[in-house]
């Protein structure tokens, strides 16, 4: 097991209040239910998932740069309100080879003008927003296949 390949699954501020944050907007499903399914489905695709949440920008970038000596074949990164605001999160990812794939589980592009500008899009590899926590499920199938 140790040595199928290792997706790190990065999830931003308020993430760990999935569930009962506004669930119209990100769905009734919590962090832990999204860990669950994507373990399971991490072992279909014979990967590993390592998956964390903080509410500190700090932390998320340190996780970043301890990708590629980590041997971590791919990000799932949810950055959450940093996706708008971070600079420091953009330059962290765009600083490691690992491939980076942003996950957000609303439509960021229909919801708020000040949700439309990702720092982070333009460094990524790819994109998926809207899906809801499908989308992780979307990632985790791309990011093995890196």
Same mark, same amino acid.
């Given at each position: ?11 931003? #501020?308020?993430?760990?209040? +999935?569930?009962?944050?506004? #669930? ?6 919590? +962090? ?89 899009? #333009? ?22 296949? +890196?």
């Amino acid at each position: 097991m140790a040595d199928m390949p290792l997706i790190m699954v990065l999830n931003g #501020p308020n993430l760990n209040l +999935l569930g009962t944050r506004e #669930p119209d907007v990100y769905g009734s499903e919590t +962090l832990d239910d999204i860990a669950s399914r994507l373990e399971d489905e991490a072992r279909a695709l014979q990967v590993r998932v390592d998956m964390r949440q903080s509410n500190h920008e700090g932390h998320l970038i340190d996780w970043l740069h301890e990708c590629p000596s980590s041997g971590v074949q791919a990000v799932i990164l949810n950055p959450g309100g940093l996706t708008h605001t971070s600079i420091a999160l953009r330059d962290a990812v765009a600083g490691i080879a690992t491939p980076v794939i942003e996950v957000h589980l609303s439509n960021t592009h229909a919801r708020e003008s000040f949700r439309r500008r990702s720092y982070i899009s #333009p460094v990524a590899r790819g994109v998926i927003a809207g899906l809801g926590a499908h989308g992780y499920s979307l990632a985790l199938q791309a990011a093995a296949q +890196l």
